[in-house]
Protein backbone atom coordinates (compact mmCIF):
# COMPACT_ATOMS: atom_id res chain seq x y z
CA UNK A 1 0.00 0.00 0.00
CA UNK A 2 1.32 3.61 -1.00
CA UNK A 3 1.36 6.51 1.07
CA UNK A 4 -1.70 8.24 -0.66
CA UNK A 5 -3.67 4.50 -0.11
CA UNK A 6 -2.73 4.74 3.44
CA UNK A 7 -3.91 8.12 3.67
CA UNK A 8 -6.85 7.35 1.64
CA UNK A 9 -7.89 4.50 3.47
CA UNK A 10 -7.66 6.15 6.95
CA UNK A 11 -9.96 9.10 5.91
CA UNK A 12 -12.50 6.68 4.54
CA UNK A 13 -12.09 4.65 8.03
CA UNK A 14 -12.73 8.27 9.71
CA UNK A 15 -15.78 8.98 7.46
CA UNK A 16 -17.39 5.83 8.61
CA UNK A 17 -17.02 6.67 12.17
CA UNK A 18 -18.42 10.29 11.31
CA UNK A 19 -21.06 8.62 9.53
CA UNK A 20 -22.06 6.75 12.40
CA UNK A 21 -21.97 9.25 14.75
CA UNK A 22 -25.11 10.41 16.65
CA UNK A 23 -27.33 7.80 14.12
CA UNK A 24 -27.08 9.76 11.12
CA UNK A 25 -27.68 6.36 8.98
CA UNK A 26 -27.73 4.14 12.18
CA UNK A 27 -28.58 1.11 9.48
CA UNK A 28 -25.58 1.86 7.57
CA UNK A 29 -23.07 2.74 9.87
CA UNK A 30 -19.45 1.69 9.24
CA UNK A 31 -20.37 0.36 6.10
CA UNK A 32 -18.00 3.22 3.92
CA UNK A 33 -16.95 1.29 0.52
CA UNK A 34 -14.13 2.76 -1.63
CA UNK A 35 -16.17 4.45 -4.78
CA UNK A 36 -15.22 3.95 -8.46
CA UNK A 37 -13.98 7.86 -8.67
CA UNK A 38 -10.83 9.65 -9.36
CA UNK A 39 -9.27 11.82 -6.77
CA UNK A 40 -10.47 15.78 -7.46
CA UNK A 41 -7.69 17.26 -9.44
CA UNK A 42 -7.03 21.28 -9.89
CA UNK A 43 -7.26 21.66 -6.03
CA UNK A 44 -6.79 25.20 -4.54
CA UNK A 45 -6.80 26.80 -0.92
CA UNK A 46 -6.55 30.37 -0.78
CA UNK A 47 -6.28 32.19 2.63
CA UNK A 48 -8.35 34.96 3.19
CA UNK A 49 -8.90 37.07 6.51
CA UNK A 50 -10.61 34.43 8.90
CA UNK A 51 -11.67 31.86 5.96
CA UNK A 52 -9.47 29.86 4.14
CA UNK A 53 -11.30 28.96 0.62
CA UNK A 54 -11.27 25.72 -1.19
CA UNK A 55 -12.26 24.87 -4.52
CA UNK A 56 -11.09 22.06 -6.93
CA UNK A 57 -12.54 20.83 -10.15
CA UNK A 58 -15.61 18.61 -10.40
CA UNK A 59 -15.14 14.31 -10.71
CA UNK A 60 -17.86 13.30 -12.98
CA UNK A 61 -20.23 11.12 -11.22
CA UNK A 62 -19.72 12.43 -7.70
CA UNK A 63 -22.90 13.59 -5.74
CA UNK A 64 -20.29 15.95 -3.31
CA UNK A 65 -17.10 16.16 -1.76
CA UNK A 66 -15.75 15.44 1.81
CA UNK A 67 -13.25 18.86 2.38
CA UNK A 68 -10.27 17.40 4.87
CA UNK A 69 -7.65 18.80 6.45
CA UNK A 70 -4.78 17.89 8.47
CA UNK A 71 -1.77 19.97 10.10
CA UNK A 72 1.28 17.81 7.91
CA UNK A 73 1.12 16.97 4.53
CA UNK A 74 1.31 13.54 5.42
CA UNK A 75 -2.19 13.99 7.57
CA UNK A 76 -3.72 12.35 9.45
CA UNK A 77 -6.58 14.21 7.13
CA UNK A 78 -9.89 14.97 9.17
CA UNK A 79 -12.97 15.87 7.49
CA UNK A 80 -13.74 19.86 8.25
CA UNK A 81 -16.30 19.37 10.71
CA UNK A 82 -18.51 23.11 10.11
CA UNK A 83 -20.90 21.46 13.22
CA UNK A 84 -23.82 21.26 11.17
CA UNK A 85 -23.87 17.22 11.69
CA UNK A 86 -25.67 14.66 8.97
CA UNK A 87 -23.43 14.56 6.41
CA UNK A 88 -20.32 17.01 6.11
CA UNK A 89 -20.11 16.85 2.71
CA UNK A 90 -21.11 19.55 0.07
CA UNK A 91 -22.58 19.69 -3.67
CA UNK A 92 -19.82 21.56 -4.90
CA UNK A 93 -16.86 24.14 -4.23
CA UNK A 94 -15.52 26.62 -3.28
CA UNK A 95 -15.87 25.86 0.28
CA UNK A 96 -14.93 28.51 3.06
CA UNK A 97 -13.16 26.98 6.24
CA UNK A 98 -14.08 28.86 9.03
CA UNK A 99 -13.03 26.73 12.01
CA UNK A 100 -9.24 27.15 11.50
CA UNK A 101 -6.56 29.67 13.32
CA UNK A 102 -5.46 32.38 11.41
CA UNK A 103 -2.29 32.56 10.89
CA UNK A 104 -1.62 28.64 11.20
CA UNK A 105 -0.77 26.76 7.79
CA UNK A 106 -2.93 23.17 7.70
CA UNK A 107 -3.26 20.84 4.76
CA UNK A 108 -6.36 20.49 2.61
CA UNK A 109 -7.46 17.72 0.17
CA UNK A 110 -10.74 16.58 -0.92
CA UNK A 111 -12.23 13.29 -1.23
CA UNK A 112 -15.23 12.28 -3.72
CA UNK A 113 -18.81 10.68 -2.59
CA UNK A 114 -20.09 8.30 -5.33
CA UNK A 115 -23.26 8.10 -2.36
CA UNK A 116 -22.87 8.91 1.49
CA UNK A 117 -21.21 5.32 1.52
CA UNK A 118 -19.25 5.26 -0.93
CA UNK A 119 -15.81 7.72 -0.92
CA UNK A 120 -13.04 8.24 -3.48
CA UNK A 121 -9.68 8.99 -3.19
CA UNK A 122 -8.25 12.18 -1.67
CA UNK A 123 -7.04 14.86 -3.71
CA UNK A 124 -3.13 15.69 -3.67
CA UNK A 125 -2.89 18.03 -0.43
CA UNK A 126 -2.38 21.68 -1.25
CA UNK A 127 -0.99 23.91 1.87
CA UNK A 128 -2.47 27.50 2.90
CA UNK A 129 -3.55 29.70 5.72
CA UNK A 130 -6.10 32.37 7.26
CA UNK A 131 -5.33 35.90 8.27
CA UNK A 132 -6.33 37.41 10.95
CA UNK A 133 -6.06 40.95 9.78
CA UNK A 134 -5.77 43.24 6.76
CA UNK A 135 -8.52 44.54 3.85
CA UNK A 136 -11.67 42.17 3.00
CA UNK A 137 -12.86 43.51 -0.05
CA UNK A 138 -15.57 41.71 -2.06
CA UNK A 139 -16.33 43.18 -5.93
CA UNK A 140 -20.16 41.93 -7.14
CA UNK A 141 -20.39 42.53 -10.61
CA UNK A 142 -23.75 42.00 -12.34
CA UNK A 143 -24.17 42.64 -16.31
CA UNK A 144 -27.89 44.12 -16.61
CA UNK A 145 -28.27 43.64 -19.90
CA UNK A 146 -27.95 39.69 -19.79
CA UNK A 147 -30.11 36.49 -19.87
CA UNK A 148 -28.97 33.78 -17.40
CA UNK A 149 -32.16 31.92 -18.21
CA UNK A 150 -35.50 31.77 -16.17
CA UNK A 151 -35.08 31.79 -12.43
CA UNK A 152 -35.47 28.66 -10.88
CA UNK A 153 -37.44 29.53 -7.59
CA UNK A 154 -36.32 26.36 -6.24
CA UNK A 155 -37.92 27.31 -2.75
CA UNK A 156 -41.70 27.53 -4.10
CA UNK A 157 -41.95 24.00 -4.82
CA UNK A 158 -42.61 22.67 -1.39
CA UNK A 159 -42.63 23.39 2.83
CA UNK A 160 -42.69 21.00 5.85
CA UNK A 161 -45.15 21.07 8.55
CA UNK A 162 -45.87 19.35 11.80
CA UNK A 163 -48.70 16.28 10.87
CA UNK A 164 -51.47 17.85 9.16
CA UNK A 165 -54.08 17.03 11.67
CA UNK A 166 -52.52 19.95 13.45
CA UNK A 167 -54.16 22.13 11.58
CA UNK A 168 -57.77 20.56 13.30
CA UNK A 169 -56.33 20.98 16.76
CA UNK A 170 -58.40 23.57 19.10
CA UNK A 171 -55.46 23.56 21.49
CA UNK A 172 -52.88 26.72 22.11
CA UNK A 173 -49.71 27.44 22.95
CA UNK A 174 -48.23 30.37 24.73
CA UNK A 175 -51.97 31.53 24.55
CA UNK A 176 -52.32 31.39 20.37
CA UNK A 177 -54.56 29.06 18.90
CA UNK A 178 -52.67 26.35 17.28
CA UNK A 179 -55.20 25.37 14.19
CA UNK A 180 -56.03 28.47 13.20
CA UNK A 181 -52.57 29.70 13.60
CA UNK A 182 -50.90 26.80 11.54
CA UNK A 183 -53.95 27.84 9.16
CA UNK A 184 -52.58 31.20 8.69
CA UNK A 185 -49.10 30.44 8.36
CA UNK A 186 -49.08 27.93 5.83
CA UNK A 187 -51.26 30.32 4.07
CA UNK A 188 -48.77 33.02 4.38
CA UNK A 189 -45.99 30.80 3.23
CA UNK A 190 -48.04 30.28 -0.01
CA UNK A 191 -49.22 33.90 -0.53
CA UNK A 192 -45.76 35.61 -0.02
CA UNK A 193 -43.55 33.19 -1.03
CA UNK A 194 -45.57 31.44 -4.03
CA UNK A 195 -44.90 27.99 -2.03
CA UNK A 196 -47.28 25.14 -3.58
CA UNK A 197 -46.88 22.34 -1.82
CA UNK A 198 -46.39 21.10 2.10
CA UNK A 199 -45.40 18.06 2.86
CA UNK A 200 -45.67 16.03 6.63
CA UNK A 201 -46.01 12.94 8.73
CA UNK A 202 -48.95 10.58 10.17
CA UNK A 203 -51.92 11.32 7.34
CA UNK A 204 -52.61 7.63 8.72
CA UNK A 205 -52.02 7.69 12.02
CA UNK A 206 -54.89 6.81 14.59
CA UNK A 207 -55.81 10.45 15.34
CA UNK A 208 -57.67 11.05 11.83
CA UNK A 209 -59.03 7.61 12.38
CA UNK A 210 -58.32 6.19 8.74
CA UNK A 211 -58.22 2.61 9.73
CA UNK A 212 -59.43 0.34 12.36
CA UNK A 213 -60.53 -3.60 12.62
CA UNK A 214 -64.15 -4.60 14.55
CA UNK A 215 -64.19 -8.45 14.59
CA UNK A 216 -61.48 -8.74 12.81
CA UNK A 217 -62.71 -7.06 9.83
CA UNK A 218 -60.96 -3.48 8.19
CA UNK A 219 -62.75 -0.43 9.00
CA UNK A 220 -61.91 2.47 6.51
CA UNK A 221 -63.06 6.14 7.27
CA UNK A 222 -61.59 9.06 5.12
CA UNK A 223 -63.58 11.83 6.70
CA UNK A 224 -60.41 12.76 8.31
CA UNK A 225 -57.64 13.29 5.51
CA UNK A 226 -60.54 15.04 3.98
CA UNK A 227 -60.99 17.78 6.16
CA UNK A 228 -57.14 18.09 6.31
CA UNK A 229 -56.57 18.18 2.79
CA UNK A 230 -59.56 19.90 2.10
CA UNK A 231 -57.99 22.66 4.50
CA UNK A 232 -54.94 22.54 2.48
CA UNK A 233 -56.80 22.85 -0.58
CA UNK A 234 -58.57 25.87 0.38
CA UNK A 235 -55.22 27.86 1.96
CA UNK A 236 -54.26 27.43 -2.24
CA UNK A 237 -51.76 24.79 -1.94
CA UNK A 238 -51.10 20.68 -2.35
CA UNK A 239 -49.98 17.87 -0.24
CA UNK A 240 -47.23 15.51 -0.93
CA UNK A 241 -48.88 12.47 0.62
CA UNK A 242 -46.40 11.28 2.76
CA UNK A 243 -47.85 7.52 3.30
CA UNK A 244 -46.90 7.42 7.29
CA UNK A 245 -47.30 5.65 9.88
CA UNK A 246 -48.79 2.28 10.65
CA UNK A 247 -52.18 2.12 12.12
CA UNK A 248 -52.98 0.87 15.38
CA UNK A 249 -54.55 -2.09 14.60
CA UNK A 250 -52.81 -2.72 11.46
CA UNK A 251 -49.64 -2.65 12.75
CA UNK A 252 -47.20 -5.90 13.90
CA UNK A 253 -46.05 -4.05 16.97
CA UNK A 254 -48.01 -1.56 17.71
CA UNK A 255 -45.77 -0.75 21.31
CA UNK A 256 -42.83 0.60 18.59
CA UNK A 257 -43.87 4.23 18.53
CA UNK A 258 -41.81 7.89 18.08
CA UNK A 259 -43.14 11.56 18.74
CA UNK A 260 -45.22 12.52 21.10
CA UNK A 261 -48.33 11.57 19.46
CA UNK A 262 -46.76 8.06 19.13
CA UNK A 263 -46.98 7.37 15.27
CA UNK A 264 -46.35 3.75 15.19
CA UNK A 265 -43.51 3.01 13.19
CA UNK A 266 -44.24 -0.60 12.89
CA UNK A 267 -44.52 -2.64 9.44
CA UNK A 268 -47.88 -3.99 8.84
CA UNK A 269 -48.39 -7.53 9.93
CA UNK A 270 -50.88 -7.92 7.24
CA UNK A 271 -49.54 -6.97 3.97
CA UNK A 272 -52.90 -7.82 1.88
CA UNK A 273 -54.35 -5.58 3.90
CA UNK A 274 -51.97 -2.54 4.15
CA UNK A 275 -52.09 -2.71 0.59
CA UNK A 276 -55.97 -2.48 0.00
CA UNK A 277 -55.91 0.47 2.49
CA UNK A 278 -53.64 2.15 0.25
CA UNK A 279 -55.63 1.20 -2.82
CA UNK A 280 -58.55 2.58 -1.24
CA UNK A 281 -57.17 5.80 0.08
CA UNK A 282 -56.05 6.80 -3.71
CA UNK A 283 -59.47 5.73 -5.10
CA UNK A 284 -60.79 8.12 -2.67
CA UNK A 285 -58.98 10.63 -3.17
CA UNK A 286 -59.13 11.02 -6.91
CA UNK A 287 -63.08 10.54 -6.27
CA UNK A 288 -62.76 13.74 -3.83
CA UNK A 289 -60.62 16.21 -6.00
CA UNK A 290 -60.33 14.32 -9.34
CA UNK A 291 -57.93 12.30 -11.07
CA UNK A 292 -56.19 15.83 -13.02
CA UNK A 293 -55.72 17.03 -8.91
CA UNK A 294 -54.32 13.95 -7.64
CA UNK A 295 -52.10 13.22 -10.48
CA UNK A 296 -49.76 16.51 -9.59
CA UNK A 297 -49.83 15.29 -5.76
CA UNK A 298 -46.69 13.28 -5.23
CA UNK A 299 -47.10 10.36 -2.91
CA UNK A 300 -44.17 9.55 -0.85
CA UNK A 301 -43.36 6.16 1.08
CA UNK A 302 -42.88 6.68 4.84
CA UNK A 303 -40.24 8.77 6.77
CA UNK A 304 -36.69 7.76 6.93
CA UNK A 305 -36.77 3.99 7.21
CA UNK A 306 -33.04 4.49 7.52
CA UNK A 307 -33.32 5.39 10.98
CA UNK A 308 -34.41 2.56 13.29
CA UNK A 309 -36.35 5.52 15.41
CA UNK A 310 -38.56 5.50 12.25
CA UNK A 311 -39.06 2.22 11.02
CA UNK A 312 -38.63 -0.61 13.33
CA UNK A 313 -38.59 -3.44 10.54
CA UNK A 314 -35.99 -4.60 8.47
CA UNK A 315 -34.32 -2.45 5.46
CA UNK A 316 -35.47 -5.77 3.40
CA UNK A 317 -38.77 -5.37 4.94
CA UNK A 318 -38.66 -1.48 4.29
CA UNK A 319 -38.62 -2.54 0.63
CA UNK A 320 -41.19 -4.73 0.47
CA UNK A 321 -43.08 -1.68 1.99
CA UNK A 322 -42.27 -0.04 -1.05
CA UNK A 323 -43.07 -2.27 -3.37
CA UNK A 324 -46.01 -3.32 -1.93
CA UNK A 325 -47.08 0.45 -1.78
CA UNK A 326 -45.83 1.86 -5.36
CA UNK A 327 -47.92 -0.95 -7.05
CA UNK A 328 -51.21 -0.39 -4.92
CA UNK A 329 -50.71 3.08 -5.96
CA UNK A 330 -50.17 2.81 -9.91
CA UNK A 331 -53.31 0.30 -9.60
CA UNK A 332 -55.51 3.20 -8.98
CA UNK A 333 -53.93 5.13 -11.58
CA UNK A 334 -50.59 4.52 -13.40
CA UNK A 335 -50.49 8.41 -13.86
CA UNK A 336 -49.98 8.77 -10.10
CA UNK A 337 -46.35 9.63 -9.12
CA UNK A 338 -44.61 7.70 -6.38
CA UNK A 339 -41.33 8.16 -5.09
CA UNK A 340 -38.98 7.89 -2.17
CA UNK A 341 -36.79 7.14 0.06
CA UNK A 342 -37.82 9.61 1.87
CA UNK A 343 -34.43 8.62 3.79
CA UNK A 344 -32.05 10.69 6.43
CA UNK A 345 -28.76 12.22 5.43
CA UNK A 346 -29.28 11.26 2.07
CA UNK A 347 -29.46 7.70 2.71
CA UNK A 348 -30.52 4.37 0.48
CA UNK A 349 -30.63 6.44 -2.48
CA UNK A 350 -28.97 3.49 -4.56
CA UNK A 351 -31.63 0.91 -3.45
CA UNK A 352 -34.45 2.98 -4.13
CA UNK A 353 -32.93 3.28 -7.48
CA UNK A 354 -32.65 -0.39 -7.24
CA UNK A 355 -36.07 -1.35 -6.43
CA UNK A 356 -37.81 -3.29 -8.60
CA UNK A 357 -41.07 -1.11 -8.48
CA UNK A 358 -42.23 1.92 -10.26
CA UNK A 359 -39.69 4.88 -9.08
CA UNK A 360 -41.11 8.69 -10.43
CA UNK A 361 -38.93 10.94 -8.65
CA UNK A 362 -36.23 10.53 -6.05
CA UNK A 363 -36.63 12.41 -2.21
CA UNK A 364 -34.39 12.31 0.86
CA UNK A 365 -33.04 14.51 3.64
CA UNK A 366 -30.06 16.20 4.65
CA UNK A 367 -29.60 19.32 7.57
CA UNK A 368 -26.83 21.51 7.76
CA UNK A 369 -25.32 21.41 4.34
CA UNK A 370 -26.21 22.25 1.09
CA UNK A 371 -27.67 19.57 -1.01
CA UNK A 372 -25.96 17.07 -2.36
CA UNK A 373 -26.30 16.79 -6.36
CA UNK A 374 -28.26 12.88 -6.95
CA UNK A 375 -28.09 13.74 -10.96
CA UNK A 376 -25.08 11.77 -11.58
CA UNK A 377 -26.18 8.51 -9.66
CA UNK A 378 -29.97 8.92 -10.96
CA UNK A 379 -28.20 8.83 -14.09
CA UNK A 380 -25.97 5.80 -12.87
CA UNK A 381 -29.07 3.72 -12.98
CA UNK A 382 -29.98 4.64 -16.01
CA UNK A 383 -32.74 7.40 -15.02
CA UNK A 384 -31.65 11.08 -16.11
CA UNK A 385 -33.78 13.92 -15.61
CA UNK A 386 -35.65 12.23 -12.69
CA UNK A 387 -37.25 14.15 -10.36
CA UNK A 388 -35.37 14.94 -7.31
CA UNK A 389 -37.52 16.29 -4.07
CA UNK A 390 -35.42 16.99 -0.84
CA UNK A 391 -38.34 16.81 1.31
CA UNK A 392 -36.59 17.73 4.52
CA UNK A 393 -33.68 20.66 5.07
CA UNK A 394 -32.90 22.76 7.02
CA UNK A 395 -29.64 24.00 9.16
CA UNK A 396 -30.11 21.70 11.99
CA UNK A 397 -31.88 18.56 12.19
CA UNK A 398 -31.62 19.24 16.59
CA UNK A 399 -34.98 20.21 18.45
CA UNK A 400 -34.71 23.42 20.00
CA UNK A 401 -31.24 24.35 18.44
CA UNK A 402 -31.20 28.36 19.30
CA UNK A 403 -29.37 28.49 15.63
CA UNK A 404 -32.25 27.97 14.05
CA UNK A 405 -33.53 31.59 15.48
CA UNK A 406 -30.58 33.49 13.37
CA UNK A 407 -29.57 35.46 11.10
CA UNK A 408 -27.51 32.70 10.28
CA UNK A 409 -29.66 30.19 9.89
CA UNK A 410 -31.31 32.52 7.05
CA UNK A 411 -27.73 33.43 5.21
CA UNK A 412 -27.73 29.42 5.44
CA UNK A 413 -30.77 28.96 4.13
CA UNK A 414 -30.10 31.30 0.79
CA UNK A 415 -26.59 29.16 0.07
CA UNK A 416 -28.75 25.85 0.25
CA UNK A 417 -30.92 27.57 -2.72
CA UNK A 418 -28.79 29.10 -4.54
CA UNK A 419 -26.76 25.59 -4.60
CA UNK A 420 -29.91 23.71 -5.53
CA UNK A 421 -31.37 25.89 -8.46
CA UNK A 422 -31.76 24.24 -11.49
CA UNK A 423 -30.84 21.14 -9.85
CA UNK A 424 -33.31 19.52 -8.01
CA UNK A 425 -37.00 19.90 -8.42
CA UNK A 426 -37.83 21.35 -5.14
CA UNK A 427 -35.95 21.87 -1.25
CA UNK A 428 -38.25 21.64 1.75
CA UNK A 429 -37.54 23.86 4.22
CA UNK A 430 -38.27 22.25 7.50
CA UNK A 431 -41.08 23.44 8.85
CA UNK A 432 -43.13 26.65 8.10
CA UNK A 433 -44.46 27.02 11.77
CA UNK A 434 -43.23 26.86 15.45
CA UNK A 435 -46.52 25.42 15.77
CA UNK A 436 -45.16 21.74 16.25
CA UNK A 437 -44.92 19.14 18.73
CA UNK A 438 -42.71 16.02 17.76
CA UNK A 439 -41.07 16.11 20.92
CA UNK A 440 -43.43 18.65 22.99
CA UNK A 441 -44.69 21.93 21.97
CA UNK A 442 -42.79 25.33 22.66
CA UNK A 443 -42.20 26.34 25.74
CA UNK A 444 -40.93 29.93 24.55
CA UNK A 445 -41.90 32.46 21.62
CA UNK A 446 -37.98 31.80 20.71
CA UNK A 447 -37.25 28.30 21.73
CA UNK A 448 -34.92 27.24 18.65
CA UNK A 449 -37.90 25.93 16.43
CA UNK A 450 -37.58 24.47 13.49
CA UNK A 451 -40.28 27.41 11.62
CA UNK A 452 -39.77 30.42 9.53
CA UNK A 453 -42.34 31.61 11.50
CA UNK A 454 -42.78 31.56 15.49
CA UNK A 455 -46.54 30.73 17.19
CA UNK A 456 -48.30 33.98 16.72
CA UNK A 457 -46.77 33.62 13.14
CA UNK A 458 -43.88 36.73 12.89
CA UNK A 459 -41.51 36.07 10.40
CA UNK A 460 -38.00 34.86 11.55
CA UNK A 461 -35.35 35.93 9.47
CA UNK A 462 -35.30 32.55 7.31
CA UNK A 463 -38.78 33.51 6.46
CA UNK A 464 -37.55 37.14 5.09
CA UNK A 465 -34.37 35.30 3.56
CA UNK A 466 -36.76 33.74 0.98
CA UNK A 467 -39.09 36.62 1.04
CA UNK A 468 -36.09 38.62 -0.30
CA UNK A 469 -35.35 35.95 -3.11
CA UNK A 470 -39.27 36.72 -4.06
CA UNK A 471 -38.35 39.97 -4.63
CA UNK A 472 -36.07 38.56 -7.59
CA UNK A 473 -37.20 39.05 -10.91
CA UNK A 474 -37.85 36.04 -13.45
CA UNK A 475 -34.94 36.71 -15.52
CA UNK A 476 -31.57 35.60 -14.10
CA UNK A 477 -28.40 37.98 -14.58
CA UNK A 478 -24.88 36.22 -14.59
CA UNK A 479 -23.07 37.20 -11.21
CA UNK A 480 -18.95 37.90 -11.03
CA UNK A 481 -17.85 37.96 -7.52
CA UNK A 482 -13.98 38.97 -6.81
CA UNK A 483 -12.15 39.21 -3.61
CA UNK A 484 -11.76 37.46 -0.03
CA UNK A 485 -13.98 34.72 0.16
CA UNK A 486 -15.67 35.89 -2.76
CA UNK A 487 -18.40 32.71 -3.92
CA UNK A 488 -17.15 31.30 -0.59
CA UNK A 489 -18.15 33.23 1.97
CA UNK A 490 -19.84 35.84 0.12
CA UNK A 491 -22.62 35.04 -2.79
CA UNK A 492 -24.93 36.65 -5.03
CA UNK A 493 -28.08 35.76 -7.03
CA UNK A 494 -29.21 38.07 -9.76
CA UNK A 495 -32.27 38.90 -11.70
CA UNK A 496 -34.26 41.61 -14.06
CA UNK A 497 -37.95 41.70 -13.94
CA UNK A 498 -39.84 42.85 -17.20
CA UNK A 499 -40.36 46.45 -16.46
CA UNK A 500 -36.33 46.66 -16.30
CA UNK A 501 -35.83 46.84 -12.48
CA UNK A 502 -32.88 45.00 -11.11
CA UNK A 503 -32.45 42.70 -8.07
CA UNK A 504 -29.22 41.81 -6.79
CA UNK A 505 -29.67 39.18 -3.25
CA UNK A 506 -26.62 39.02 -1.66
CA UNK A 507 -25.28 37.22 1.57
CA UNK A 508 -22.10 37.04 3.85
CA UNK A 509 -22.34 33.30 5.42
CA UNK A 510 -20.26 30.40 6.73
CA UNK A 511 -21.90 26.72 7.45
CA UNK A 512 -19.44 27.11 10.44
CA UNK A 513 -21.67 26.46 13.85
CA UNK A 514 -19.04 28.27 15.53
CA UNK A 515 -19.59 31.66 13.85
CA UNK A 516 -23.20 31.54 14.09
CA UNK A 517 -23.23 34.77 16.83
CA UNK A 518 -20.76 36.40 13.98
CA UNK A 519 -16.88 37.20 13.87
CA UNK A 520 -15.37 40.43 12.70
CA UNK A 521 -13.11 38.62 10.77
CA UNK A 522 -15.34 37.43 8.45
CA UNK A 523 -16.99 41.02 8.14
CA UNK A 524 -16.52 42.30 4.40
CA UNK A 525 -16.67 45.54 2.32
CA UNK A 526 -18.55 45.11 -0.76
CA UNK A 527 -18.94 46.82 -4.08
CA UNK A 528 -21.91 45.77 -5.92
CA UNK A 529 -21.55 47.14 -9.47
CA UNK A 530 -24.25 46.98 -12.46
CA UNK A 531 -23.75 47.68 -15.63
CA UNK A 532 -25.36 47.30 -19.14
CA UNK A 533 -27.89 49.68 -17.77
CA UNK A 534 -30.32 51.78 -19.89
CA UNK A 535 -29.01 55.25 -18.60
CA UNK A 536 -31.38 57.58 -16.83
CA UNK A 537 -32.79 57.76 -13.18
CA UNK A 538 -33.38 55.19 -10.95
CA UNK A 539 -35.13 54.35 -7.72
CA UNK A 540 -32.35 52.40 -5.32
CA UNK A 541 -33.56 51.02 -2.56
CA UNK A 542 -31.16 48.77 -0.26
CA UNK A 543 -33.31 45.88 2.41
CA UNK A 544 -31.17 44.45 5.27
CA UNK A 545 -31.32 41.23 7.31
CA UNK A 546 -28.82 41.51 9.75
CA UNK A 547 -28.27 41.57 13.59
CA UNK A 548 -29.96 44.92 13.89
CA UNK A 549 -32.33 44.78 10.89
CA UNK A 550 -35.09 42.02 10.54
CA UNK A 551 -34.59 40.20 13.36
CA UNK A 552 -37.18 38.99 15.62
CA UNK A 553 -34.53 37.89 18.03
CA UNK A 554 -33.18 41.31 18.25
CA UNK A 555 -36.66 42.66 18.69
CA UNK A 556 -38.36 40.63 21.04
CA UNK A 557 -34.65 41.14 23.36
CA UNK A 558 -35.02 45.31 23.20
CA UNK A 559 -38.87 44.37 24.91
CA UNK A 560 -37.08 42.75 27.90
CA UNK A 561 -37.83 39.00 26.11
CA UNK A 562 -38.85 35.58 28.08
CA UNK A 563 -41.08 33.30 27.71
CA UNK A 564 -44.23 34.98 26.15
CA UNK A 565 -45.45 38.18 25.23
CA UNK A 566 -48.45 39.56 26.61
CA UNK A 567 -51.08 41.75 24.45
CA UNK A 568 -48.28 44.91 24.27
CA UNK A 569 -45.73 42.78 23.76
CA UNK A 570 -48.01 40.97 20.57
CA UNK A 571 -48.77 44.14 19.06
CA UNK A 572 -45.18 45.95 19.39
CA UNK A 573 -44.03 42.24 17.45
CA UNK A 574 -46.78 42.67 15.09
CA UNK A 575 -46.16 46.09 14.05
CA UNK A 576 -42.23 45.35 13.70
CA UNK A 577 -42.81 42.36 11.70
CA UNK A 578 -41.43 43.74 8.32
CA UNK A 579 -38.39 44.06 6.15
CA UNK A 580 -36.00 46.64 7.17
CA UNK A 581 -34.19 48.77 5.05
CA UNK A 582 -30.58 49.92 5.64
CA UNK A 583 -31.06 53.39 4.36
CA UNK A 584 -33.65 55.45 3.33
CA UNK A 585 -34.67 54.76 -0.78
CA UNK A 586 -33.11 57.81 -2.82
CA UNK A 587 -32.70 58.86 -6.64
CA UNK A 588 -30.18 57.86 -8.34
CA UNK A 589 -28.79 58.58 -11.82
CA UNK A 590 -26.85 56.24 -13.72
CA UNK A 591 -24.15 57.83 -16.55
CA UNK A 592 -22.18 54.99 -19.29
CA UNK A 593 -24.54 52.35 -18.53
CA UNK A 594 -23.23 52.04 -14.86
CA UNK A 595 -23.28 52.06 -11.16
CA UNK A 596 -21.66 51.30 -8.01
CA UNK A 597 -22.42 51.13 -4.53
CA UNK A 598 -20.41 50.36 -1.62
CA UNK A 599 -21.35 49.28 1.99
CA UNK A 600 -20.56 47.00 4.93
CA UNK A 601 -21.43 42.93 4.71
CA UNK A 602 -21.12 41.45 8.12
CA UNK A 603 -21.28 37.77 8.78
CA UNK A 604 -23.86 36.56 8.85
CA UNK A 605 -25.94 39.16 6.90
CA UNK A 606 -28.66 39.88 3.69
CA UNK A 607 -28.46 42.33 1.43
CA UNK A 608 -31.10 43.19 -1.07
CA UNK A 609 -30.50 45.87 -3.97
CA UNK A 610 -32.98 47.56 -6.26
CA UNK A 611 -32.43 49.24 -9.20
CA UNK A 612 -36.04 50.84 -10.49
CA UNK A 613 -36.04 52.22 -13.58
CA UNK A 614 -37.87 55.93 -13.80
Known sequence: MTVEEAVTAQARERWARLMGAGGAQDRAAGEIEEANLPAPVGLRAVGGRGQVSVSWDAVPGAIGYAVHRATEPAGPFEVVDHGGGDVLAVPHGPYADTTGEPGHRYW?????????????????????????????????????????????????????????????SPDSTGGRPIGPELRDALRRVHQELGVRYVRAHAILCDDLGVYREVDGEPRLDFTGIDRVYDTVRAIGMRPVVELSYMPRDLARDPSQ???????????????????????????????????????????????????????????????????????????????????????AAVGWIDSQLSVSAPVDFLSTHIYGSPPLDLRPLAEAYGRPGLDILWTEWGVTARHGSEINDTVFAAAFLLRGMRSASRRVAGLAPWVASDHFEELGRPPRLLHGGFGLLTVGNLAKPKFWALALASRLGDTELPVRLDGDGAGSLVEAWAARQADGTVGVLLWNGTL????????????RQVTVRVTGLPDGEYALRHWRVDEHHSNLAATWSSLGGGDWPDEAGWQALRAADRIEELAPPRRVTVTSGAIEESFELPNPSISYLELRPG
Open 108 to 168: YAVAPLATVNAMGPLSEPVPAASTADGPADVTVTVPADRDAGPLHRVWQEVVGSEHLSHLL
Open 512 to 523: DHARAAGWSLLD
Open 257 to 343: TVFIYQAVSSPPRDWDRWAMLIRELVAHLIERYGADEVRQWPFEVWNEANLSVFWSGTPAEFWRLYEVTARAVKEVDPAIRVGGPAS
